[in-house]
């Protein structure tokens, strides 16, 4: 069953395709030693946007998430945050990674962690609870680590990625293991993150259902070493699943 | 929470520096009970280390005995009295400048020079080495020949193993080396559980103590045999005194006065042993004082009244004993050792 | 289980496995046949504990100090050079090949050349407990710093983190667990059984060691196992307190 999907605040702002995109990226050819393995020629997400990328395990996802945020990998091309080109040690400054595992330092309750992340960032950690209170986390904010549960897990190492008032949120699989409330609340708030900051937010995701659903646009990785963007698809549209469904058939088949 | 890290720093650093306090307390160098005759305040006293090559035996008592005496604060000194591991080390250790003054043998000093070490004897208290080769009585081992096919402890490092295989040549005894066992811990509970025959040992010290043990049935009212090697053609110089050639060079007048203070240690403590027993055993109260006096018995008889005298015949002999065995590369003169 | 009762249960487990032990002494002394020049009695090294106490407190004293000084050197240059060998590559490939060959030969067999240069003071003893106890802790300080998980260590690093506080905010206060048991299982008693070895071969007049081998020449076996009842004691206090401090910090550390 199909039917046009919105996002709870409904599509981008119209003036945002007017506006300086917040993560632009071109010609950029990302891998490691043993070789490139994704690359996308041009990909802008605005403000206010979450984007989903979708594809197969091995499809260079992480490599992708990896190379925005910054990580020494054998790059080439360009990435613009906010229209300024950007080496990857700004980078650094300017985007937020999370870790699949959603790694919290275990000697240190959920308070600590942000303040160690505030501490490392080298910014101040005026209002920690309002950071928490976005991802629905304040009443975490003494608890030890290994006390969480996952969902737990997830909101206090989203609170802890945007300690830095990032421009661009990443997220490695982050709606990996979660029931669905939760999902529906965390994308909620990722909605909201990218909104109040104007940031950019991308997810990986291997499921179509969640990129469908938490994000404005879906863009699928497909092919091979190296990887690229097949297709983009907006959320909004009917019948988005379906195509989604169809190219990644085809991928499969390939 | 507070911050575990910086617990856990606050704790070693306060940990590293109580460690490091009772650095101070070095000076506890001094024996637990005080000399005799310890009456002039200690300030005023230069203080010098004597190194023994062993550990506090009857054998140093007139090291020791010196010091109850006053002989060494007669000389302005103040005195410890360091208890060593080897001749040849101590030899060693005096060659390299860490001590002026130790007590070695006569092996350890033409030993050390033919290794190039520097060493100058400033007087023999043993003319022949009170070396034994000992057991039980209960054995039947009364000759050389008897040892033939025995089971015989020796110490690897020590000095004596030179000896017993000077005493081998000139007993020209077929031992073989299968009957030779190596020992580095004590000798007695071997010998009482009869996992040796025999052992290479000084007069006066494990004979001593094996022929006070109750536990050992006597035979002919001796409890011990001992054969010593001095006896059988082993003529070396024993005990003696050394210095370095530099330190003799730079400050001879002072070893030769505390030199000379051992020797009246000795001399004073054989005419008039049991006071220079008590003494002892005052320094070294859970020794027993029977095994002092028998010990220290031993020992005068070893001096022999050789309080400090050396000659170079004495040493040529020493040298001449240690090149028939094959252990001088160079040709070592009497007077390279003596002053 | 509050904690009065856990203090009581670790205590009694200790007695337990004491008077298991004396028991067992006893029974062999007497009806093996043992001969008391091997295996005293224990009720003969107890008497002689009392009776020389005052020795044995000094030599006691003596022992720990030079233990414990050397202790703090080597865990020192131990800790200093796991760090090094942990921020700078080339330093951890031309160094821990050293680190392997120095742990792996006996060291204590340097302690007669040391006592030539050092002389027979303490010295030789503490130089003999630190260079126990430097080689485990350099390797295990390398060790526990880097074998951090990975996902903490890219965690830090996706905050900008620099290698140094990679090294102070992450690896660090994730290694505690391992350095507080390389300390005290490793550490301290290597470094307490180098006083010992020291006071045995190295000479010098006190300690622990000094009374082993001293009692050893003139067959006295009671004061040999005084002293080795002496250093087992130290030993089994050592282990409580670190198995107590780790208990400490594993309610701070629970992954």
New interface residues.
Partial sequence: MTQARTTPFGSPPADSVIAVPVLSIEDLVAGYSSGPVVRIDATHVAGGEVLALLGRSGSGKTTALKVIAGVPLTSSGQVRIDGAAQSPAARVRLVARTIQSFPLLHWLPVSGNLEKAARIRGVKLNDPDQILRLFQASHLVDRAPHTLSGGERCRASLSQAIVGSPRILLLDEPFAGLDSWVKREVADSLFEFARQSNAAVLFVTHDLHDAVEYSNRSAILGGQSPSTIVAEVDSADAGAIDRIRGLLAKEHAS | ?V???RI?FSVTLI??L???L??G??K??A??APAPSAAKSLDSLKPV?I?IDW???PTYLGVYYAKSLGLYKDLGLDVT??????AN?AA??VA?G??KIATASGGATVLGRNDGKELVSLGVIYPHVSTVVYGLAKSGIKEPKDLVGKKIGIYPGSITKNEFDAFVKFTNIAVKPDDIVSLS??D??LL??GKLDAVLHYSE??PV?VSL?N?VSPVDGKRVFELHVADYGVSCYGLNVITSRATYQAEGELVKKIAAAIFEGYRRGCADPERAVAAFKVDFP???AE?IRQSWTKVCKTVDGNYGMQTKEGWQATIDMYKSLGLLKADVKPEEVMP | MNRTSRVARQILRYSVSLAVLVTIWVAVSRLGNLPQFLLPQPSSVLQTLLTERTIFMHATAYTLQNAALGAAIGISLGLIVGVCSTLWRPFRWIGEPYLIIGQSFPRESLLPLMVVWMGFGLAPKVVSAALLCFFPMAILTASGLQDTRKDYVELVRSWGATPLQELIHCRFPAAIPTLVSALGKVCFPLALIGAVLGEMTGGGNHGLGYIIVTSGAVSRVDRIFGAIVVLGLIGTIMLAAVTAIQTVLSRFNQE
């Fill in positions: 929470m911050s575990m890290t856990l940990a590293i109580l460690a490091c009772p650095f307390c070095e506890k160098e024996k637990p280390e190194l550990q506090a035996e009295v360091v208890q060593g591991r080897g080390q060693a250790a390299a860490t001590y811990g004590a007695i509970p009482k559980a010290m494990s103590l043990d536990e859970q020794m027993d095994y």
